[in-house]
């Protein structure tokens, strides 16, 4: 199975101020045959299911914030939350969809600092 | 408008037995593949089962093969997971989740809100 790593574990940043999170996966989720990455981001909010922020790594999802964006390729990505909103405040997970099966990093939670 | 919503869950013994349901609706159900996620209180995301449009195939985690079988009634528009065998560590609030395009190797951009699933003595 492709391990996804995340870091940091933990992050406090302030109102306004930029987020960064990354995402190392054990092995390339790039597809040479589309040059596509098999990478989504997802945000989750206590109480509530995950919700898909980000997919192919940098394509945001309908209704999305233009304040979140996505980079990376092969085996290292990123989601940066450009100026830090108080309804951010979430745990944050990158997903590999490259194989079966699909696999999570261990999540990202972001407060305010 | 897209919606999941899950039911069966509770509270079980060890090595016994669970079928949790998910009906769907808003969208042309049989056209797209399905998942089963599950979260552990406090913990992450762990993917558990999956199945195709047409339910001609089936795949599931390492950690629930032999154990688990996920099926379809796509006349019915829902999603079924058969547990058995359960153990503590199958503990965890459990999602059905919608495939976002029309192939597996894709993730997924609609998530029901859960039901829980306890397994205890």
């Known amino acids: 199975d492709i391990v996804m790593t995340q870091s940091p574990d933990s992050l406090a940043v302030s109102l306004g101020e930029r987020a960064t999170i990354n995402c190392k996966s054990s092995q390339s989720v790039l597809y040479r045959s589309n040059n596509k990455n098999y990478l989504a981001w997802y945000q989750q909010k206590p109480g509530q299911p995950p919700k898909l922020l980000i997919y192919?790594?940098?394509t945001r999802e309908s209704g999305v914030p233009d304040r979140f964006s996505g980079s990376g390729s092969g085996t290292d990505f990123t989601l940066t939350i450009s100026s830090l909103q108080a309804e951010d405040v979430a745990v944050y997970y990158c997903q590999q969809y490259y194989n079966t099966p699909c696999t999570f990093g261990q999540g990202t939670k972001l407060e305010i600092k | 408008e897209v919606q999941l919503v899950e039911s069966g869950g509770g509270l079980v013994q060890p090595g016994g037995s669970l079928r949790i349901s998910c009906e769907a609706s808003?969208?042309?159900?049989?056209?797209?593949?399905m998942s089963w996620v599950r979260q552990a209180p406090g913990k992450g995301l762990e993917w558990v089962s999956g199945i195709s449009g047409s339910g001609g195939s089936t795949y599931h985690a390492d950690s629930v093969k032999g154990r688990f079988t996920i099926s379809r009634d796509n006349s019915r528009n829902t999603l079924y997971l058969q547990m058995n065998s359960l153990r503590a560590e199958d503990t965890a609030i459990y999602y059905c989740a919608k495939h976002l395009f029309l192939e597996w190797l894709t993730t997924f951009d609609y998530w029901g809100q859960g039901t829980l699933v306890t397994v205890s003595s």
């Open positions: 808003g969208f042309p159900f049989s056209n797209y593949d």
């Open positions: 192919w790594a940098s």
